[in-house]
Antibody, heavy 126, light 106 residues
């Protein structure tokens, strides 16, 4: 059974750096085709993909936020770390980590989000 | 790539056939997934590759479309199906989501 769990502070101050940890089980990030992504959902319910890290350590970021984001993995601990710098009240949201699963079609590989963690709510306020 | 869902809210009754549309700002072939989110819960995948039903998802859910227009259909709405539905494109490395469609009780 694949599970993911987010952990980190519930409250951060403006300009601080947010660090979140995703602890997962039921799969390995050393397996070809496996990836983990971070997605947030604002109070208005919009979903926004933030970052992704692949089994081969390739990393991808939201173009609009890339200067503030970093993602890394610790395969020995089955964890993915996510940081967002210079936090603002507009970053108040529920942050989810999720697994991305790959599948093959027509000789190419494609990747979609298949299992989500429960999410962690982060409020940015002084 | 922007995704626009319609309608934003849909009022329906148990047993109704429901359709939700997702339009992309450019062609994304079939690289679309659909998710269901119940209040206070994380999203759950229903469909990927535009029309492939995820394992364990009831067959009353189906997806269709390619290019820029995609449709999620629920053939006979059940009480558990009152929720918000999102489409997502994964044509790009960091995919984008539609704004969501809330299916509410009529």
């Amino acid at each position: 059974q694949v599970t993911l769990r987010e952990s980190g502070p519930a409250l951060v101050k403006p300009t601080q750096t947010l660090t979140l940890t995703c602890s997962f089980s039921g799969f390995s990030l050393t397996t070809r085709g496996m990836c983990v992504t971070w997605i947030r959902q604002t109070p208005g319910k919009a979903l926004e993909s933030l970052a992704r890290i692949d089994w081969d350590d390739d990393k991808y970021y939201s173009p609009s936020l890339r200067t503030r984001l970093d993602i890394s993995k610790d395969t020995s601990k089955n964890q993915v770390l996510f940081t967002m710098t210079n936090m603002d009240p507009a970053d108040t949201a529920t942050y989810y980590c999720a697994r991305i699963r790959g599948y093959e079609k027509g000789g190419y590989n494609y990747y979609f989000v298949d299992v989500w963690g429960k999410g962690t709510t982060v409020t940015v306020s002084s | 790539i922007q995704l626009t869902q319609s309608p934003s809210t849909l009022s329906a009754s148990v047993g109704d056939r429901v359709t939700i549309t997702c339009r992309a700002s450019q062609s994304i072939l079939t690289w679309v997934a659909w998710y269901q989110q119940r209040p206070g819960k994380a999203p759950k995948v229903l469909i990927y590759d535009a029309s492939t039903l995820e394992s364990g998802v009831p067959s009353r859910f189906s997806g269709s479309g390619s290019g820029t227009e995609f449709v999620l259909t629920i053939t006979s709405l059940q009480p558990d199906d009152f929720a918000t539905y999102y489409c997502q494109q994964y044509n790009t490395y960091v995919g984008t989501f539609g704004q969501g469609t809330k299916v509410e009780v009529k």
